[in-house]
């Protein structure tokens, strides 16, 4: 390996150096020849001779020289036609070798770098690109449903008129407005996602006991969890320091969880919410005794629109982006969620924060 010198570290100092040996040898030459002029007097052929004899020199000198200090110049042309080749896929790779962080050396780099960051930008737009669409069919597929069902009850209360009986315009009517709802919640949950995903929303951050708000949340679902014959209850240490975070979007997360407990739990099943302190965080647990999540969705289930159990329970009500809202939420206060299931047992969601 060449020894890396300062001397030679810039392209300027190169050119310099090869002129100066270039020079040294014209005059080696020229020393020489005038030496042999005096001895056989034969001025004008030596001089003619000594002329042609250093401009040739020169020039062969000067194009050596030069064809040696382009050439990594010719190897990152090259290179960047490849890269323009493939479509800017494949970012520009040229050898160098250690002494080369001249101007051509930083040049090389430079281009180097800029051709991964378009490497991979490139792929970055091609991904979101992909995932809008998606994201754009999931939509309307999740919107077209309900919308259907709704405008079928209605249209049939229309055309039934005095046909229907009191109760049964009463039934479609309810039929309806349990699909609005659920259009209503879809799109709220799609808007807010989207928000959070674009760094949109910041938290509002204060100090809060978080016991008191699961209980209050608990409190809410009690009625919902006592018709589907499901025991939920909360259990908080009183001794439980205070989060710093966002009431409002600590009340959604609580409220996913046990939502999602409860649609994937059995009648008869067990619900619990408890807060505590664990170190210097604090942890925040829902268990159910439902159908439990196989281990193969466990690694998805944080990801938009992943439903463990698509086909069976897939409604427009949850369209797999519940999870998708919590996890960006704790992401949102430097926390963490983390799932543990067994099928056929339970599970158990485990969030923690930061003590205020
Ligand atoms: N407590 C739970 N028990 C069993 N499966 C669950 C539970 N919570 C979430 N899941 C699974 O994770 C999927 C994603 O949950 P989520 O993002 O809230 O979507 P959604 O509730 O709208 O289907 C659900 O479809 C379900 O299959
Ligand atoms: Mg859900």
Known sequence: ??????????????????????????????????????????????????????????????????????????RLGSAIEAFRASDFAKPIRVETSDGDDDEIGRIITAFQEMSERIAMQLTQLEHVDRERR????????????????????????????????????????????????????LVRDLFDLTKLEANEVKPQVEAFPINELAQDVVQKFALSAQKRDLRLSASVSADCPPVCADIGMMERVLENLIENAMRYTPAGGE?????????NR???????????????????????????????????????????????????????????????????????????
Do not use: W
């Open 282 to 356: 604090v942890e925040l647990r829902v268990s159910d005794t439902g159908q439990g999540i196989h281990h193969d969705d466990i690694g998805n289930l944080f990801d938009r629109y992943y439903r463990a159990d698509r086909g069976e329970s897939g409604d427009a009500g949850n369209a797999g982006l519940g999870l998708a809202i919590t996890r960006r939420i704790i992401e949102l206060h430097g926390g963490q969620i983390r799932v543990e299931s067994t099928p056929g047992l339970g599970t158990t969601f485990t969030v923690e924060l930061a003590t205020a």
């Open 134 to 185: 998606e994201l754009l069919a999931n939509v309307s597929h999740d919107l077209r449903t309900p919308l259907a069902s709704m405008q079928g009850y209605l249209e049939m209360v229309l055309i039934k008129e005095d046909g229907l009986s009191q109760e049964d315009r009463c039934r479609y009517l309810q039929i309806a407005v349990k699909h609005c709802e659920r259009l209503a919640r």
């Open 1 to 74: 390996m060449r020894p890396k010198t300062d001397l030679f570290a810039t392209l300027y100092s190169r050119l310099a150096f090869s002129l100066m040996v270039v020079f040294i040898a014209i005059g080696a030459i020229m020393i020489v020849t005038s030496q042999r002029m005096f001895e056989t007097q034969r001025l004008f052929e030596l001089v003619a001779n000594l002329v042609v004899g250093t401009v040739a020199f020169s020039l062969i000198a000067a194009l050596v020289v030069f064809r040696f200090l382009t050439l990594r110049l010719r």
């Open 271 to 279: 619900i619990s919410v408890g807060v505590h302190r664990a170190g």
